[in-house]
């Protein structure tokens, strides 16, 4: 074999550096007298010392060599580590990553800033953290997720390190957004039973319509797509399919990254009829009971709905007797030949438990209290589901929190003790109410009311109205405690003056009430509330032109300022499935005000009803009734100033705001709005979703019919003299609340009527 020089040279070298490898991994042990750190710019030295395995007096290894170097960098401080050794002293050399001195975003048009600096510090990059390559790449993938979410797969990204003074950086994403990609075309393939317009009306994600800008319903996000599979299997086992399944779904975009195409392909199978339900297991010996609750019927197409609905319906009936974890599970024997299928719930109770703790969560502003009075399951008392479902709608009525949950969590240890964690997500309580007509006798008028139902997260309420109309002034300030008593009983405090003026002319008379009132409220169910109270009011008739005899004779009779001492009582019962987008339910209101004392006398009552029914899933029919009367007592006269107004939002749409006028008013030279003793309202909506909304049902569109009139009172209830109207509108939950804009038409009206066709008013109903 020949060598040649410089083959020689290499095998020298190798074995000089062999040599070497072998002298520093042969490190003899000794015992460390000294620990010395070099290169630390901002890590505290303690930091060092507390990670490594070694201290003052051990004996110094290979094996501790190792593992110091492992623990340093395991730290994720350090670029570089080395330990290095003088006589009997270690010396830790490190070279500090630069930590991050700053980050910003350009081109961000479609986040705020706030977003993604929350989305990068989830994955560890932020202000004063280490910094390296790895949590860059980390970094720009997670925005390009966040912008994948947003359907815009077009976004594209560039990062830019700037090294500054004292080892720190500068990062710089430099965004350019891209257009957002949007659903072109969305496919069902292999429906049969059901029409593809059908079934893509299920689903939040399409094509997009004309308000897409605002539902975003043509973005295409995976996890909305996924509910929408969910909805269709739904949607197929609850009309008696119960072999339906969805066997892919492709989703393609195009090269330009702007259109996706999506197909989902179902195979419906057959539909299957229930033969027969049998219930089995240990059924407390209340068979009679659980048959009751059972609402699949046999003779129609299987539905999971139904079934659904009576697993759940066992394990609340379980959970009254304290059986937390009862089980009830549906067991089909399905015969093909002839498309039936026999249903069999197995039900048993498990073990009964009481709850040990009740905690409560997520209540960063309202106090505890304030949910836990709420509570009808007691802590060391047996578990009563009613009882805790009761507690959990209570609390979601408050209407201080967007999400209520409630988790029951077994303690280790005792298998019959429960704890129970109440979850609730807080909203902001304030609302803001705004409202305001164009006509032309009042110009433009507006109305601006802010209340805070939790201040200072006391569970009490504070409101304050504010009329800025030149015919109507008012100024109101409301507090109401929902707990003055520990037993549910409210009060309310009211302080009021207003000012109406039914001419714009600035010398016209006007009405000036002002006054204050005491109201309790008596819980007498979860449903019903009995209210009662009293009050203090003075009415002035300030006199001026146009002054109407009938006030001339008033004032003639008593005085020009009048005091009243009205004593009040009502009860309300609402069973609305939701207070501010009812599909269902009814709400009851009645109130009654007989003044006592002062220089009047007088009786008024009020009565009310609201129901909602639900056509389909998207429709809603809602009626709502009013009737009011009022009477003078003690052989007086009812008071003109304590008249029932309508016209305009809440009573009949399409006429200016409380300018209706009774049949004897009608018939003066000059007729005047001076409200009548006896008011009667109907009004009719159908609510669906807006066109190209989708399903939100946070914005709706209505049509509506409205029919009221006044009366005075020696007139009966006539029917000819009653206005009515039709129209369109709007309804939007707003950030600020329920916005409902209508477009109204008379449909009968008198001569002299004040029409408005356009109103809208946010925080009202009908």
Do not use: C, H
């Not at 330990?83 to 050399?93: A, F, H, R, S, W």
């Not at 081109?107 to 390559?133: H, N, Q, Y």
């Not at 997500?425 to 006798?441: D, H, M, R, Y």
């Amino acid at each position: 074999m020949l060598f040649t020089l410089s083959s020689i040279s290499r095998i020298f070298v190798a074995a000089v550096l062999g040599l070497l490898a072998q002298s520093v991994m042969a490190l003899t042990p000794f015992a460390v007298e000294d620990i010395r750190v070099e290169g630390l710019q901002r890590v505290e030295a303690g930091t060092i010392f507390a990670s490594l395995p070694v201290r003052i007096g051990d004996t110094y290894t290979d094996e501790k060599a190792a593992a110091s170097i492992k623990a340093l960098f395991g730290l994720g401080l350090f670029n570089d580590v080395r330990i290095e050794t003088k006589g009997q002293v270690l010396v830790v050399v490190v070279q500090e990553r630069p930590t991050v001195a700053a980050v910003d975003f350009s081109g961000t048009k479609e986040f705020e800033k706030e977003v993604l600096v929350k989305a990068l510090k989830d994955i560890g990059l932020s202000d004063g953290r280490p910094f390296d390559k790895a949590l860059a790449d980390k970094a720009e993938q997670e925005l390009k997720r966040q912008y994948i979410n947003k359907s815009m797969y077009a976004a594209q990204i560039v990062t830019t390190v700037t090294p500054i003074e004292r080892n720190r950086v500068n990062l710089s994403f430099a965004v350019v957004e891209g257009d957002v990609a949007k659903i072109k075309e969305l496919k069902i393939v292999g429906n049969k039973a059901f029409s593809e317009s059908t079934l893509r009306g299920q689903m939040d994600s399409d094509t997009g319509g004309w308000l897409s800008w605002y539902t975003k319903s043509d973005r295409y996000v995976r996890s909305k797509l996924n509910a929408d599979v969910e909805t269709l299997r739904s949607y197929y086992l609850s009309r008696g399919y119960l072999e339906f399944t969805v066997d892919s779904t492709q989703v393609a975009i195009s090269p330009n990254k702007q259109d996706i195409t999506i197909t989902i392909n179902v195979t419906e199978g057959e539909l299957f009829v229930v033969s027969k339900v049998k219930l089995a297991g240990n059924l407390l010996d209340k068979e009679a009971d659980f048959q009751a609750l059972v609402s699949i019927k046999a003779g129609e197409p299987y539905n999971a709905t139904d079934v659904a609905q009576t697993t759940k319906a066992f394990t609340d009936f379980y959970s009254n007797f304290g059986f937390a974890f009862a089980v009830a599970e549906p067991v089909t024997v399905v015969d093909r030949k002839t498309n039936r299928v026999e249903i069999t719930i197995r039900a048993e109770p498990s073990r009964r438990v009481y709850v040990r703790r009740i905690n409560v969560a997520g209540n960063d502003r309202t106090r505890d209290e304030v949910i836990r009075r709420e509570f009808r399951q007691l802590e060391a008392a047996w578990y009563d589901g009613e009882k805790i479902r009761q507690s959990r709608n209570r609390v979601d009525r408050l209407g201080y929190f967007k999400e209520v949950s409630i988790e029951t969590q077994e303690v280790a240890g005792f298998p019959d003790q429960v704890d129970l964690t109440i979850t609730v997500a807080e909203k902001p309580t304030g609302s803001l109410s705004l409202g305001a007509g164009v006509s032309s006798a009042d110009g433009l008028g507006l109305m601006l009311g802010f209340k805070q139902e939790n201040a200072f997260g006391s569970g009490n309420s504070l409101g304050v109205e504010l009329n800025t109309s030149k015919l109507n002034r008012t100024v109101v300030f409301n507090t109401t405690d929902p707990y003055f008593t520990a037993d549910g009983v409210s009060r309310t405090v009211d302080v009021y003056l207003r000012n109406s003026k039914p001419y714009t002319d600035e010398n016209s008379y006007s009405l000036e009430t002002s006054g204050a009132s005491l109201r309790f409220g008596v819980p007498f169910s979860d449903s019903d509330t009995v209210f009662f109270g009293g009050g203090i009011e003075r009415t002035t008739i300030v006199p001026g032109t146009l002054l109407p005899d009938a006030y001339k004779d008033f004032a003639n009779q008593f005085a020009y300022s009048t005091n009243a001492l009205p004593l009040t009582i009502g009860w309300a019962r609402d069973t609305r499935d939701s207070g501010l987008i009812p599909s269902s339910g009814r709400l009851v209101k009645t109130s009654g005000e007989w003044s006592v004392g002062g220089d009047l006398r007088y009786v008024r009552g009020t009565a009310q009803v609201q129901q909602f029914f639900p056509l389909s899933k998207k429709v809603t029919l809602a009626l709502n009734g009013e009737i009011a009367m009022g009477a003078g007592t003690g052989g007086l006269s009812f008071p003109l100033f304590k008249n029932y107004y309508s016209g305009g939002l809440g009573s009949v749409r399409g006429f200016q705001q409380g300018s209706l006028t009774t049949a004897e008013q009608r018939l003066q030279a000059t007729p005047v709005a001076a409200g009548g003793a006896k008011k009667i309202t109907f009004n009719a909506e159908m609510l669906a979703p807006l066109p190209g909304g989708g399903n939100d049902r946070t914005l709706r569109m209505y049509g509506f019919f409205d029919v009221g009139g006044i009366y005075g009172s020696n007139e009966d209830f006539q029917l000819g003299d009653m206005r009515s109207s039709v129209g369109v509108g709007i309804s939007w939950i707003s950030p600020v609340g329920p916005l409902r804009l209508a477009w109204a038409v008379p449909v009968k009206k008198f001569d002299n009527d004040n029409t408005q066709a356009l109103q809208f008013q946010i925080g009202t109903s009908f």
